[in-house]
């Protein structure tokens, strides 16, 4: 794994803005260390695959990063300071109550009188918020951090990581960006766009390049009328979390899964092939309502949100909670088949990173705890 991390940075220009970054972070760190306050890392949003040096074209993923962006509010709330390493233009902590919305946050304000006002309906939610935000950054206890593409995520990564590796177990990574498996490497991209124009001659589809590696070619080609795009995998850096960047924080890491039967299966894998401190599994149809836990410390634990304290999901199905948990009770079931598409009525919608958090937080303080027993 050390080869491949080393050829991987070594092949892998960093981005433009990775010393300010670093710089940022290194400052940010220092401070809380000193404070004695734990910090998380928090990556969200996903990643893009370039397929030009001079991207026009790419491949991407369905992340908004909603999960990411509500678990640093909550990960505030209970006391951490908070690294949020995001895809740029994704969900921001706070903010994400109004952007990610089919309604502008113009419709939440009206004129009076010359002069802008929240409308009266929205002023006690809003000033919620607000009340958070300005909390959390005149404590400067939030720092935010951006990436777009795969290989920007890893040396953000890297390197942020190799500056929290001094707080030892007081450090936690909570890996909710959904991160690409497939890459094209620096050396086998070509230069400019890919022409699609069936006026141009087939050789002219792939403008040549000198960066492109020689041994094995560009890793785009065409085939008739075809395009062929020739990925590789993604190192696995997981690993080197533990084994060297950062070996003595806490790391969460995720699985989203389609298939209830492989949800958990597929988790506990993860679990024992990276040795992270806990994985948490959901599925793409029910994580807004459900997740499942697997950690060394307490094995299997499912956290679900109860079925009348769910909020709205358009792309949900709720007939799916508790098809990847044998154990649940039966009436999850049972169930009608429709996505909900309004909140429940009576006690108000609970955000299931809500439960998460505590958790998670929870079985760091049990972690610390060890790691101060042992030393």
Same mark, same amino acid.
Request: aromatic share 10%; glycine share 6%; charged share 25%.
């Given at each position: 794994?050390?080869?491949?991390?080393?050829?991987?940075?070594?092949?892998?220009?960093?981005?433009?803005?990775? @010393?300010?970054? =670093?710089?940022?972070?290194?400052?940010?760190?220092?401070?809380? /260390?000193?404070?004695?306050?734990?910090?998380?890392?928090?990556?969200?949003?996903?990643?893009?695959?370039?397929?030009?040096?001079?991207t026009v074209r790419y491949i991407d993923n369905f992340s908004a990063g909603t @999960?990411?962006? =509500?678990?640093?509010?909550?990960?505030?709330?209970?006391?951490? /300071?908070?690294?949020?390493l995001h895809r740029q233009f994704s969900l921001l902590p706070y903010s994400r109550h109004y952007s990610h919305n089919t309604r502008s946050f113009l419709d939440y304000m009206q004129e009076e009188d010359g002069k802008v006002v929240v409308d009266a309906e929205h002023q006690d939610e809003m000033l919620r918020v607000l009340r958070q935000y300005k909390e959390a950054k005149s404590n400067n206890r939030l720092l935010i951090l951006s990436f777009v593409t795969i290989s920007e995520y890893l040396w953000n990564l890297r390197e942020v990581a190799q500056l929290m590796r001094p707080l030892g177990s007081s450090a936690m990574f909570y890996l909710a960006a959904a991160v690409s498996d497939f890459f094209v490497p620096h050396d086998r991209m070509v230069e400019h766009k890919i022409q699609s124009n069936e006026e141009f001659s087939q050789s002219s589809l792939i403008p040549p390049t000198a960066a492109v590696d020689t041994t094995k070619g560009s890793a785009i080609r065409t085939h008739g009328k075809s395009l062929i795009i020739d990925l590789e995998p993604v190192p696995k850096f997981l690993k080197q979390l533990v084994d060297g960047w950062a070996p003595d924080a806490m790391i969460v890491s995720f699985k989203l899964e389609t298939d209830p039967a492989?949800?958990?299966?597929?988790?506990?894998?993860?679990?024992?092939?990276?040795?992270?401190?806990?994985?948490?599994?959901?599925?793409?149809?029910?994580?807004?309502?459900?997740?499942?836990?697997?950690?060394?410390?307490d094995g299997e634990k499912w956290i679900r949100v109860p079925r009348n304290r769910r909020t709205k999901s358009l792309s949900g199905v709720e007939s799916l909670v508790g098809a990847a948990d044998p154990t649940a009770p039966k009436q999850e079931n049972e169930q009608s088949v429709q996505p909900l598409t309004s909140k429940p009525q009576g006690e108000p919608a609970v955000e299931i990173e809500s439960i998460i958090i505590p958790e998670v937080a929870d079985l760091h303080t049990r972690l610390i705890e060890r790691a101060q027993t042992k030393a």
């Open positions: 794994m050390e080869a491949a991390e080393s050829n991987y940075f070594r092949n892998t220009p960093p981005p433009r803005d990775l @010393r300010s970054n =670093t710089t940022l972070a290194r400052e940010f760190i220092r401070r809380h /260390a000193e404070d004695g306050r734990r910090l998380v890392l928090v990556t969200s949003g996903g990643t893009t695959v370039p397929l030009e040096l001079q @999960r990411g962006a =509500t678990s640093a509010e909550y990960f505030l709330e209970n006391g951490y /300071a908070v690294i949020f492989m949800l958990v299966k597929k988790a506990k894998y993860a679990l024992k092939k990276y040795s992270h401190h806990l994985v948490i599994g959901n599925l793409l149809m029910t994580r807004k309502w459900e997740v499942v836990f697997i950690s060394e410390l």
